[in-house]
């Protein structure tokens, strides 16, 4: 169980950029939380209007955005230029190697989960992908990392929630508060999870909540 309040901060307050980071990043660096199954970080990151991450570069690594509020606009160097609201799985396969930025061009504050995953087979072509208005019951498969992603939107308390069977889920909390076992999670909380077997998160109270299948 990783709690909120455990997580790395970083991000360029002055720039009006926060972040959070459930996993070792950049300038810090835990040797004993560099991954789980092929999940490599989960970060929150919030934006001020007008604020954002110039272009830089990725390589073999398989990256999904989960808008919470807000409105993200992200370009890259293989010409794909989108805005993403809530609701909306963002998917860049950096592969081989591609440059993007992403940036708050709203009024608003902006906040999502971007998660990174290591993909299977390293290199490639870039690939990119939106999928508007993503459903409880669809989840997003990302075969490149051998995982599933799963959102979960329990609109009362005590609804119940299947965590996937699996060799390794990873849940993350956007919102709200769910139950597993003995512990609440709540906003910022995760849980990794190995060989899951009939395990169910309770809602506490109306709440979204990302779960990763993964197979390795």
Same mark, same amino acid.
């Given at each position: 169980?990783?709690?909120?309040?455990?997580? &790395?901060?970083?991000?360029?307050?002055?720039?009006?950029?926060?972040?959070?980071?459930?996993?070792?990043?950049?300038?810090? &660096?835990?040797?004993?939380?560099?991954?789980?199954?092929?999940?490599?970080?989960?970060?929150?990151?919030?934006?001020? #209007?007008?604020?954002?991450?110039?272009?830089?570069?990725?390589?073999?690594?398989?990256?999904?955005?989960? $808008? *919470? +509020?807000?409105?993200?606009?992200?370009?890259?160097?293989?010409?794909?230029?989108?805005?993403?609201?809530?609701?909306?799985?963002?998917?860049?396969?950096?592969?081989?190697? $591609?440059?993007?930025? +992403?940036?708050?061009?709203?009024?608003?504050?902006?906040?999502?989960?971007?998660?990174?995953?290591?993909?299977?087979?390293?290199?490639?072509?870039?690939?990119?992908? $939106?999928?508007?208005?993503?459903?409880?019951?669809?989840?997003?498969?990302?075969?490149?990392?051998?995982?599933?992603?799963?959102?979960?939107? #329990?609109?009362?308390?005590?609804?119940?929630?299947?965590?996937?069977?699996?060799?390794?889920? &990873? $849940?993350? *909390?956007?919102?709200?508060?769910?139950?597993?076992?003995?512990?609440?999670?709540?906003?910022?909380?995760?849980?990794?999870?190995?060989?899951?077997?009939?395990? +169910?998160?309770?809602?506490?109270?109306?709440?979204?909540?990302?779960?990763?299948?993964?197979?390795?």
């Amino acid at each position: 169980m990783t709690r909120a309040g455990e997580r &790395y901060r970083g991000g360029e307050a002055t720039a009006g950029i926060e972040t959070l980071h459930a996993f070792s990043f950049g300038r810090f &660096y835990d040797p004993d939380n560099l991954r789980f199954g092929a999940v490599l970080a989960c970060n929150e990151e919030r934006l001020a #209007p007008g604020s954002g991450f110039d272009e830089h570069p990725h390589s073999h690594t398989e990256i999904v955005t989960w $808008v *919470v +509020e807000g409105e993200l606009t992200h370009r890259d160097s293989a010409g794909h230029t989108s805005r993403i609201g809530p609701g909306d799985v963002q998917h860049l396969s950096a592969a081989a190697g $591609v440059r993007h930025e +992403e940036r708050n061009d709203g009024d608003a504050p902006l906040v999502f989960v971007q998660m990174w995953l290591a993909p299977k087979v390293p290199g490639g072509d870039p690939a990119y992908e $939106v999928v508007r208005g993503i459903a409880d019951a669809t989840p997003y498969a990302l075969p490149a990392a051998g995982a599933m992603l799963h959102v979960r939107r #329990p609109a009362a308390p005590g609804e119940r929630v299947a965590v996937p069977d699996a060799p390794f889920v &990873y $849940v993350h *909390v956007v919102r709200g508060a769910v139950r597993l076992g003995d512990d609440e999670l709540t906003p910022g909380d995760a849980a990794r999870i190995t060989a899951a077997q009939g395990l +169910e998160l309770i809602a506490s109270a109306p709440a979204e909540v990302l779960l990763w299948e993964m197979s390795g």
